[in-house]
């Protein structure tokens, strides 16, 4: 007798269900969406914010320590600091490998400019008109790995941002150098225009006017302005070549000043703090727990294992930047959520109540045959949970679907689907449907059958 009570219910009423039915499945259907968009957001807004710069530092270990005692860096008096060229491919060996998106090393060195002209003409021979900051670097580097893997790294697709006009240069092309605009400006260098640069050694300041009495020259070479980058920072004070290219010039092989890297981190929290400060302070478990997870300083870490005298730091403006941009999506996402779930559960309770005034000469005669409240009660909870069930299982497929399109729209990369969101979205179904419907149970508890018989 019940459940034909409610079927016949569910058809008398098939309108009111399929409003109900449609409520609940928006609202699945954004938290479905929402939640699988969450849960894997991480790499995706990660991935996104690597197109705008690295987020670890890595550097030889005695520039290292004096940058932290003195303040001194890369390129400020500090002599044979450097890392070996032949050792970055073991950086896509570590634990994290597939972790590091990009990653490219720097020569840093002082460089006399002698001459500069048209192309069409070498550039005459004068004296020393400004010394400059010349950088040797992978723009976009065919790099075989140990793994025999092999990966196309550099810093073109690390500052993919940069404003350039002309073009960007090839690692083969050693006569080739890009420089920023505020150098171009300096100098009065054009796109097209050849270069006579001589190396300096002596220290390797980066002071635009040293004292010519304390600097020799090593090698020379002519070069062709290819691009004019804006960056807006230091670089665009710099001089930027191939490594190889700079290497000779410098007469420094196989060597570089520095290596920027690219990872996707995890943001941190109290245990990747504690590690930062002293790894072996933490227990075995910790340890194990830290080094699996993809924490910037256990990346910086394992770095440091695989490439030798090497020192790894965060950039910590960048890499705290990423975690609470992560932290504010996931909330905004979360938000959303509760929100499309509320409103559902006000239409709901708007519905439902709406139905039960409706069928009030229908509840009273049943209490007045002798029903008691709480099977009146049930039945209404039966026919709206049952409708929640069908609306709840539209509006998850539906939103599967919004999950895609979110992440083509906005990543343009599909969304892996979460099997932990099916529970999640049933629950919170259950939860919404049975608030909705607290409204019109009260409503039909405070029905009295004499009243509603006699139409008052």
Not at 79 to 100: C, P, R, V
Not at 438 to 452: D, G, K, N, W, Y
Request: hydrophobic share 45%; glycine share 10%.
């Amino acid at each position: 007798m019940f459940w034909r009570m409610v079927r016949g219910a569910l058809f008398r009423q098939r309108g009111k269900m399929l409003m109900v039915a449609f409520t609940i499945a928006l609202g699945s259907s954004l938290a479905t969406a929402m939640l699988n968009v969450m849960f894997d957001v991480g790499d995706k807004v990660n991935q996104e914010l690597k197109t705008y710069g690295a987020n670890i530092n890595v550097m030889p270990r005695g520039a290292s320590l004096l940058d932290d005692l003195y303040g001194v860096n890369e390129g400020a008096g500090v002599q044979d600091k450097y890392l070996s060229e032949a050792e970055l491919g073991k950086i896509k060996t570590i634990f994290w490998a597939f972790n590091i998106v990009d990653f490219t090393p720097y020569l840093f060195t002082r460089a006399g400019l002698t001459g500069a002209g048209p192309a069409t003409a070498a550039p005459a021979p004068a004296e020393l008109a400004g010394h400059i900051r010349l950088v040797g670097t992978w723009f976009n580097r065919r790099l075989e790995l140990p793994t025999g893997e092999v990966l196309n790294t550099g810093m073109r697709p690390l500052k993919s941002w940069w404003d350039v006009e002309g073009s960007w240069i090839d690692d083969d092309d050693a006569g080739a150098v890009m420089i920023g605009r505020e150098a171009a400006r300096r100098y009065g260098l054009a796109v097209g225009d050849a270069l006579s640069l001589r190396a300096l050694d002596g220290n390797e300041s980066f002071r635009l006017d040293p004292d010519p009495g304390t600097t020799q020259t090593t090698g020379e070479g002519i070069f062709t302005v290819k691009g004019i980058f804006h960056a807006g920072g230091d670089e665009d004070e710099y001089f930027y070549a191939p490594l190889g290219a700079v290497q000779n010039l410098a007469e420094k092989p196989g060597l570089v000043s520095r290596v920027e890297v690219s990872a996707l981190t995890t943001p941190d929290n109290e245990l990747s703090r504690r590690a930062a400060q002293d790894p072996a302070s933490l227990s075995i478990k910790d340890w194990e727990t830290w080094y699996c997870t993809a924490y910037v300083s256990a990346i910086c870490y394992q770095i440091d294992e695989v490439l030798t005298g090497s020192v790894s730091k965060p950039i910590r403006q960048v890499a705290e930047s990423e975690g609470a941009i992560l932290e504010k999506t996931q909330l905004l996402m979360l938000l959303i959520t509760i929100l499309s779930l509320a409103g559902s559960a006000l239409g709901i309770s708007n519905l439902v109540t709406a139905d039960v005034m409706e069928r009030s000469a229908e509840i009273g005669l049943l209490k007045a045959v002798g029903a008691w409240d709480g099977p009146v009660s049930r039945l209404i909870l039966t026919e709206v949970l049952i409708t929640g069930i069908a609306g709840g299982a539209a509006g998850y497929f539906a939103g599967l679907g919004f999950a895609q399109i979110i992440g083509e729209t906005v990543f343009s990369s599909a969304i892996t689907i979460k099997p932990v969101v099916i529970p999640l979205v049933a629950a919170l179904v259950f939860l919404v449907t049975m608030a909705g419907s607290l409204p019109s149970i009260r409503l039909l508890l405070s029905l009295r059958p004499a009243e509603v018989l006699h139409g008052r």
